[in-house]
């Protein structure tokens, strides 16, 4: 098949979507399909990927879960139609297709069969009612164009179910297991290390993260926490660690590589990832899986979709400090439990090797294509 992945962010930036469309690609490609990505032509950079199509100037956009990220604002039609001519497409899957505007502009001109995936969770807020009450005449406009819908999970999935009862298959997001699979490593003599990774603001819970290793670190000396990560709150952050008097035990590492990410979770004790809403999924949980690093988490649906059976016990409402706090000390200290845990996590994490998640997707493109037109 030829098949075309649209990718509404700029494919540049580093993202959950956007990695989930290069490991899409290089897993089709190894399946022998001709794979490339429509993207929104980034600004302020000349880096470009290959088998990657370009189209479109880009904007920033503010989602309603705090995340700012560059869009396409803009398409020209006929560039779109000549595009489409050239390459012939036999199937087209669209990521996060509500999005505007670049998705839509295809969708219209498409002559295949069109994919979608839902990633993202709108947070229960009454901004995000009000986001979605303004994108829905939008987002419905797109949805008659589609011929199969896909979600991350049912937490992504709900804002969809509002608009149609068309079927939605459930493929989840994936990681390259063997980019993980390897020792863990820490000296005996350390202290015990809680790490964060992600993005700092508001619904990712850090603030409470922060307040209950305050609580933990009264009674516990030999333990630290180590954030890494940038973000709109990050000053506000540093500031309420001082505010609390945990400055000299917690460190923000700032924007960190790949490599280095990799690295703090082979050295890490306990990952905790206290995300309040807006998850539909939660990637950074399978590579802690991965990695064999107890984790933590926030009680959001998204998550939960994740940790279910032995893992949910990894799962907290954040906001109730003290119980966090006991959370925290269990899974970094009871080592039965951690055995457990662990066993459980090495069991379940093998069904979100990348190249299980292509498959189902191509299964997908085939149904589709089987059932086009009828």
Known sequence: MKIGLVC?????KGGGVQECIRALQ????????????????????????KDTIYLGASTDFRAPTHTTSQISASGDG???DAILEKEKFDVLHFHEPWIPILSRQILSRSQCPNVATFHAKLPETMMSRTFAKVVAPYTKSVLKYLDSFTAVSEAAMEYLRTMTNEPVSIVPN?????????????SKNAKKTILYIGRLEKRKGIMYLLKAFAVLSEKETDVKLVIAGDGVDRQKLEDL??????????????????????QLLREADLFCSPAIYGESFGIVLLEAMATGLVTVAGNNSGYASVLQGLGSISLV????????????????????????????????????????????????????????GK
């Open 317 to 372: 409402n954040t906001k109730q400090i003290d119980e966090f706090a006991h959370r925290l000390h269990l899974l970094l200290r009871e080592r039965d439990l951690r055995k457990l845990w662990r066993t459980w996590a090495h069991e379940n994490v093998s069904q979100y090797d990348y190249p299980n998640v292509v498959k189902q997707y191509e299964a997908v493109y085939k149904a589709t294509l089987s059932n086009y």
């Open 26 to 49: 290089s897993g089709l490609t190894d399946l022998d399909h001709q794979v490339k990505v429509i993207t929104p032509r980034p600004r302020g950079t000349t880096k470009s990927y």
């Open 78 to 80: 006929s560039e779109i």
């Open 8 to 12: 509404p962010y700029d494919i540049n």
């Open 174 to 186: 994936g990681i390259d297991l063997k980019n993980f699979h390897t020792p863990r490593h820490r």
């Open 241 to 262: 660690s001082i505010e609390l008097g945990i400055d000299d035990k917690v460190k923000f590492l700032g924007y960190v590589t790949e490599t280095k990410k990799k």
